[in-house]
Structure formats: C-alpha cells, structure tokens
C-alpha cells in the first residue's frame, strides 16, 4: 500500500481547491512562487490561527487569494472560499467570518493591511 505524505496530501488539497473555488490551476512553480512569497514576507500577513498555521492574502490575477500556510511543513494547506471572508478596499481591511458569528452573517474585523 502507498501512502502520501501530510505535505503531499495538503499540496493536493490546495490544488483541488483553488481550481474549484477560483477555477485556477495550481502549477509547481506557481505553488512555489506562492509558498516564498509567504515565507519572505512579501505576502500579507492576515493572523496566526496557531503555532504552526497561519493566514495569509496574495494578490494573483487581480484578485485577494487568502491562503492557510503550514509553517511546520513549509507548505500551503489550503485556498478559502470567497464566502468566509471580504476585502473593504476602502479601509484596507480583510474581514472574516468566524464559525460562531458566520451563521448571523456578521463579519469580524480581523486585521488591517495594505490592498494591492
């Protein structure tokens, strides 16, 4: 029997996701370019959920990806989806929705950043 590493397992998760949620179709490189992104500071850093996984914002095709990292494996776990957060341009704010206050609809500020 073949068994995939967790760090193989998250990347083909990411993969799925971003095709399904943004119709985007994840290349090595392209996964690459995200994950140093990230790792040198040149993503924008939204908030730690804990000590190993963080969140993210990248800006690609003119568009807010918002991805969870995996600091422990140096990898992305996964893309969310349109519909947990939203971008107030004109606060330069990111918004999330938390599982307690998602069912209400009510966003919560989460961090203030810079909008690309």
């Known amino acids: 029997m073949h068994s995939?590493?967790?760090?193989?397992?998250q990347y083909i998760h990411f993969k799925n996701r971003l095709k399904e949620r943004f119709n985007i179709n994840l290349t090595k490189?392209?996964?690459k370019r995200f994950v140093k992104q990230i790792q040198t500071g040149k993503a924008d850093f939204i908030e730690r959920?804990?000590?190993r996984l963080t969140i993210w914002?990248?800006?690609y095709e003119n568009q807010t990806l918002v991805f969870v990292y995996d600091k422990e494996r140096k990898s992305i776990?996964?893309?969310l989806p349109k519909d947990c957060y939203m971008i107030d341009e004109e606060d330069n704010k990111v918004l999330f929705k938390y599982d307690l206050n998602a069912r209400?609809?009510?966003?919560?500020?989460?961090v203030?950043?810079?909008a690309n």
């Open 112 to 114: 203030v950043y810079e």
């Open 49 to 51: 959920k804990s000590n």
């Open 57 to 59: 914002a990248i800006n």
């Open 104 to 110: 209400f609809g009510i966003f919560q500020e989460s």
């Open 29 to 31: 490189d392209m996964h």
């Open 77 to 79: 776990a996964t893309v």
């Open 4 to 9: 995939r590493s967790k760090t193989k397992c």
